[in-house]
């Protein structure tokens, strides 16, 4: 095969070829092959018209386009891996001479994976490590487990005893007083054991003081891990693709209209509510499409500079929690989420660890 690749610009790589005549001959006979497979005729059963009947009523162009089907699909992807062109995205096929007996001349364009450069990631992120390093260390006060409980007993008292609005003047807005003391469901041992296993009110102050102790070091923790990424990103060079943006964009969107359809509304009446139509939408979330974009891309490539992968086993388990919390989910995709989730978690940890 004669092929000759060129580079354009927004990630787009085109791929003009030809499949010698002898070689694309061979695609004949498997390409009538498929096509009788699925003709119908009046007197026959499908799949089953004799093949001198056939050659009369299957259009030589319809041979010829199953031909260039069956070819280019065999050696699309041998394209790929001999020129180690990472493709993402379906290509976008022309034939330009399709005739037996003839070579098969075509032009492939596709988008692929940009070329990523990126600043001196470990350095960025050593820095912002000791940065964090040198703050104080994460505390919880009496005063955030007293105010805990307090709004812990609010929402458990029942609503009758939560206060009576407080009279108002037209045009105010409606405030319910704050619940006396005497309203709050009693914190005692038998109101703690019945919220989790907690031996008596002592324990479950101590055990309520370490939950909020974490749940602060977990959001301290996030909070770096987006000041090192987002400076990682700040100091890269790439050319994002629209075709991610895209996909980016239709995620966003996908998950805004579940989550209208959960609060039982329509997503069309919702637009009309807001005024603004999908591709208003789009405009709208385009700067965090493309900032979603760079950040899989640069993620991606830290996981390839520093050979970074889950385990087998982790993946496993991962794809086994989603099938179980999601029985319609497909095998395939979740693995794919999988191994994306936990090689991400992977980068984030190696960035944490530069010290």
């Known amino acids: 095969m004669k092929k000759n690749i060129k580079k354009l610009p927004n990630s787009i790589v085109e791929i003009e070829g030809e499949l010698e005549a002898e070689l ?32 009369k009523n299957i259009p030589e162009n319809k041979i010829l ?9 065999e050696h699309y992807p041998n394209i790929l891996i001999e020129e180690k062109i990472d493709a993402i995205g379906h290509p976008e096929i022309t034939i330009k001479k399709l005739a037996r007996n ?21 350095k960025i992120a050593e820095k912002i490590n000791k940065e964090e390093k040198n703050k104080e260390e994460i505390a919880v006060t009496d005063e955030e487990v007293e105010n805990t409980i307090l709004d812990i007993r609010k929402s458990r008292s029942p609503k009758q005893h939560m206060g009576e609005p407080h009279k108002h003047k037209e045009g105010e807005e409606h405030e319910h007083a704050e619940p006396k003391e005497e309203e709050l469901v009693t914190l005692d041992d038998e109101f703690v054991k019945a919220l989790g296993p907690f031996e008596n009110v002592e324990d479950f102050k101590v055990k309520l003081k370490e939950n909020i102790k974490l ?18 990103i700040e100091g890269s060079t ?16 996908y998950r805004m209209e579940s989550d209208i359809s959960q ?59 989603l099938i179980e919390h999601y029985k319609d989910a497909d095998p395939e995709r979740a693995r794919m989420h999988a191994e994306n989730v936990l090689t991400n978690e992977r980068v984030f940890q190696f960035l944490e660890s530069q010290k």
């Open 215 to 232: 749940e602060k070091e977990n959001l301290a923790r996030e909070k770096n891990r987006l000041k090192i990424i987002e400076e990682i």
């Open 24 to 55: 694309f001959e061979k695609y004949f006979d498997p390409a009538f092959k498929k096509l009788g497979e699925n003709f119908e005729m009046d007197g026959f059963r499908k799949g089953k018209v004799p093949e001198n009947i056939l050659v």
């Open 263 to 321: 609060m039982g509304l329509k997503f069309e009446d919702y637009l009309k509510h807001i005024k603004k139509s999908v591709d208003d939408l789009k405009k709208d979330f385009r700067p965090d499409a493309v900032k979603r974009s760079k950040l899989s891309l640069v993620l991606n490539e830290i996981a390839k500079i520093e050979k970074l992968e889950p385990s087998k086993e982790d993946v496993e388990r991962e794809v086994a929690h």
């Open 238 to 253: 790439i050319d994002v693709p629209e075709l991610l943006v895209d996909a980016e964009l239709g995620k966003i969107l």
């Open 102 to 122: 003839n070579p098969l001349e075509f032009k492939i364009t596709t988008v692929v994976i940009p070329e990523v450069k990126l600043p001196d990631f470990k």
């Open 65 to 73: 386009e199953e031909m260039a089907g069956l070819a280019l699909n």
